[in-house]
């Protein structure tokens, strides 16, 4: 193997890469968000320097199921975000993520930073409720349920389109190999290309369970927002660097 041939090639091992180049294309993405009120020293303990909680101390959890993702497959995810400002500017930042699929986790951790640990979330439709569980190391550390398709956003999907679109940001953090820190950084991104297929709104319930390896609940549930179901087709591009805390 050349040295041409290493540094084309887009991921570990080079002989059979775990991921391929990117951008890499979503499509119907589905998501299942509930938003609540969180602790804020919890919320400030899980929330790294310079980026400042937004007003109301809002997390929220979220279940995805991604049927065709360009490089990835087919796979679903589960996890937990802070509604954050970074300068002044609403961004999302992610606290933990878990997921069933070897690429996805690989390229998360290795090109943004995404917080990906292995789990087993699950998204369906119960009857008439929209359900997503968790499942790490065979037990179940959360449970969301919303009301199915009650509220519909039809004549706001410009809007939803917009709150996708806004800045989202990780803590990516990677060691050398003498253990010590190579790669501190916060990474923004952005979505691209997005389409809208539905969105909707309704009551929505979320139990997390605590557990030392799977922390969701660390983030604990003191007030329910709302719920929000929705199906995307977006691109997810190479982000960028926000803030570099070795520099």
């Not at 570990?12 to 299942?32: K, T």
């Not at 929209?130 to 199915?148: C, F, Q, S």
């Not at 800045?167 to 916060?186: E, F, H, M, R, S």
């Amino acid at each position: 193997m050349t040295r041409d041939e290493i540094l084309k090639a887009p991921s570990m091992p080079a002989f059979s890469p775990s991921y391929p180049h990117g951008p890499y294309r979503f499509i119907r993405r589905e998501y299942l968000i509930i938003t609540y009120e969180t602790d804020p020293e919890a919320l400030r303990a899980a929330l790294p320097e310079p980026l400042e909680p937004a007003p109301g101390n809002l997390a929220y959890y979220e279940w995805m199921k991604m049927p065709d993702s360009s490089g990835f497959g087919d796979y679903e995810e589960s996890g937990s975000a802070i509604v954050a400002t970074w300068n002044g500017e609403p961004c999302n930042y992610s606290v933990q993520m878990y997921l069933d699929d070897e690429p996805p986790i690989t390229a998360g951790r290795e090109i943004w930073g995404f917080p990906k640990k292995y789990g087993v979330p699950r998204l369906k439709l119960t009857k008439d409720t929209l359900t997503g569980t968790l499942h790490y190391d065979e037990e179940r550390v959360a449970m969301g349920t919303m009301t199915y398709k009650h509220h519909s956003l039809e004549d706001r999907l410009d809007r939803v389109r917009d709150g996708i679109g806004q800045l989202n940001v990780n803590l990516k953090l990677i060691p050398d190999v003498d253990g010590g820190v190579k790669v501190a950084q916060l990474v923004g991104y952005r979505l691209q290309d997005i389409e809208v297929h539905g969105a909707w709104e309704g009551e929505a319930r979320l139990h997390l369970i605590p557990h030392v390896n799977c922390r969701v609940a660390d983030l604990p549930v003191r007030r329910i927002v709302g719920g929000r179901h929705q199906i995307v087709d977006f691109t997810l591009p190479y982000g960028h660097v926000l803030h570099d805390y070795l520099a």
